[in-house]
C-alpha cells in the first residue's frame, strides 16, 4: 500500500507540472499575439529607391584609356621620380643563404647597482 501510494503521489506531481507549464506556454503565446511591437524605421530607409542610372559615369569610364604596366613604368620614370621603378617591378627576390650570422650577447660579467 505504501508504494501505490507513492506512485500516486509522483502522478499528482507530474500532472500538475504539466498543467502549469502548459499554462505558461498558453499565456506566453497569447501575450505574444496580442502585444505586437510597433516596427519604429529609419525615414532615410523609408525613401523609396530611384530606379535610374546615371549614364554619365558610364561614359566617363568608357572614355577612360587602359595602360599597360611597361607604359605606366614609362611615363611615371620621365616624371622624374626618385624611385627605379624599372629595377622594382623587374627585380627578383633574392634567395635566402646558409651564411652563419652571429648575433650580439649580452656580458655575463654585469654588475648590478641597487638604487636606494
Known sequence: MNK????????????FVLICASTWAATN?????VNKKEVV???ELLVPLDPKIDQ?????????????????????????????IA???TSKVQEPTNQ????????KDVETIEIP
Open 41 to 43: 524605421a529609419q525615414k
Open 29 to 33: 503565446a497569447y501575450h505574444s499575439y
Open 100 to 107: 652563419i650570422v652571429p648575433t650580439p650577447t649580452p656580458a
Open 4 to 15: 501505490t501510494k507513492k506512485n500516486n503521489d509522483w502522478l499528482i506531481i507530474a500532472i
Open 87 to 89: 629595377e622594382t617591378a
Open 56 to 84: 554619365e559615369i558610364f561614359d566617363v569610364l568608357e572614355s577612360k584609356t587602359h595602360l599597360e604596366e611597361e607604359e605606366l613604368i614609362e611615363i611615371l620614370s620621365g616624371l622624374g621620380s626618385e624611385i627605379p
